[in-house]
């Protein structure tokens, strides 16, 4: 868990009943990616992206790496093909907060000018052996050559209308890396020795860790684009049991394993227990986990009204977080799809570049606000990846999105909603100052 924590406090007011808020208070967002600095464009392969890896790129990380307490942004880009490296206007960059609502690129000056093909990245808490260090787990997609890739070309008809690549079919699933920190400065090849070898051939999109059983060490769950996804259990000691289908994460409530993007992990019912989102491949719904008790997940998805509003688009980076500090999660989905074909033919109701989307927590289920919550979801990219900060420490959660092909959009929320918050650093006495899998209760208004 992060060791900065946004405790969002409500102050007398009630959670809503059936009804949205008022327009007035709903939450609204600026885009505030030209004024802020951010100018980077990501790229990632040809514009008709005829190969899978071409329509997966770009990711985006938030880190403070100056530790100036104010959070930092990475954006990773690929580059064009057939060229085989990085032109100029084609890298990675890491934008510095400057504490005002601005961001300067030091991508040269801090020494990470990489002009690789770049998908993603993770900075993250994942302590497999509670030894108070960070572990490294590698989520693999292919075990492939760009020749091999190149050569294992398919094509198909997208919904009998338009001729698209075909992918990942064709090519070899890769198995997934464990890397432990032997605590002197270098890792060791674990996968086997820690059990995460078991279930880890898999097309892997998305990781987290989180602790799905509350026994206080890091579980992981992964995300597998047209494979079962996987959750591995935490046994205490630094192996793992994976657990996907018999937990009820492997699969859909059908029974059916989908094209999954991107998980993420929030106690959206507020009953102490962390449950799951995962985006998936377009005309199919987005699955919501929920955790009963640390023992199994049930899919929820149809009850809490997510499957509705998810089922044309295609997701990728879903976020848990309380938009509007009234003391419950809400979720925005980065969207975007892989296919830049379907804007050929109009009556498929479908577009390459897409608007990301916000839902409010309302009762247990999820109500989409994206067309009432200001200019900064009239966006349309094709999104690939999506976090949360507070850009300007003032207590309401900003959203950084990374899109193909395009600058960053950067989304600054506006929302006058009068609620109250508190941010709490965590850092360690005695022992690790990372506080790797500290938790942090707190209880306002009778909500804990």
């Not at 504490?99 to 300067?104: D, M, R």
């Not at 990942?168 to 920190?181: A, C, D, K």
């Not at 987290?208 to 935490?234: E, H, I, K, P, Q």
């Not at 850092?427 to 506080?435: E, I, K, N």
Request: charged share 25%.
């Amino acid at each position: 868990m992060p060791r900065c924590c946004y405790l969002l406090l409500m102050a007398g007011a009630s959670a809503f009943l059936t009804a949205p808020p008022a327009t007035s208070q709903l939450p609204r967002f600026e885009d505030r990616t030209e004024t802020a600095g951010i100018s980077v464009v990501t790229n990632s392969g040809s514009v008709e992206k005829p190969h899978i890896l071409e329509s997966t790129a770009n990711g985006v990380l938030v880190l403070d790496y100056d530790l100036d307490g104010f959070v930092d942004l990475y954006f990773a880009s690929a580059y064009r093909l057939p060229r085989g490296s990085a032109d100029e206007d084609e890298r990675s960059a890491l934008y510095r907060n400057n504490g005002n609502g601005t961001f300067s690129d030091v991508t040269l000056a801090a020494g990470v000018d990489v002009r690789e093909y770049g998908h993603g990245g993770c900075v993250g808490d994942f302590d497999a052996d509670a030894d108070g260090d960070q572990d490294l787990f590698v989520g693999n997609y292919l075990e492939a050559s760009w020749e091999e890739i190149r050569d294992a070309r398919r094509i198909r008809r997208w919904r009998g209308k338009v001729t698209v690549m075909d992918g990942p079919r064709g090519l070899v699933e890769s198995q997934n890396t464990f890397y432990l920190n032997s605590g002197n400065g270098t890792f060791e090849e674990a996968t086997e020795a820690a059990g995460l070898s078991i279930g880890g051939l898999g097309y892997s999109m998305g990781v987290t860790t989180f602790d799905y059983d509350n026994d206080s060490d890091t579980d992981l769950y992964v995300a597998n684009d047209s494979n079962a996804n996987r959750l591995y259990s935490n046994r205490g000691d630094g192996t793992f049991e994976e657990i996907g289908t018999w937990s009820g994460t492997a699969y859909n409530a059908d029974g059916r394993a989908q094209g999954s993007m991107g998980v993420g992990f929030g106690d959206y019912d507020g009953d102490g227990w962390f449950d799951l989102v995962v985006t998936n491949f377009a005309h199919d719904y987005y699955a919501l986990y929920r955790n009963l008790s640390g023992q199994l997940f049930q899919d929820e998805s149809f009850v809490a009204r997510l499957t509705a509003p998810s089922f044309r688009p295609l997701g990728w980076g879903p976020l848990f977080f309380d938009v509007d500090h009234d003391r419950d999660l809400d979720l925005f989905f980065a969207n975007g799809h892989i296919y830049p074909q379907v804007d050929e033919d109009p009556s498929l109701g479908e577009t390459y570049k897409q608007h990301n989307q916000l839902l409010l927590n309302e009762e247990g289920g999820f109500l989409e606000i994206t067309e009432q919550a200001g200019d900064g979801f009239l966006v349309r990219e094709a999104s690939r990846g999506a976090v949360f900060l507070d850009m300007e420490n003032d207590g309401d959660l900003d959203i950084a999105v990374s899109n193909q092909d395009a600058r960053p959009t950067l989304l600054e929320n506006v929302s006058e909603h009068g609620n109250h918050w508190l941010m709490v650093d965590l850092v360690g006495a005695d022992g690790p100052r990372q506080v790797l899998g500290g938790r942090v209760a707190a209880t306002a208004g009778g909500v804990t």
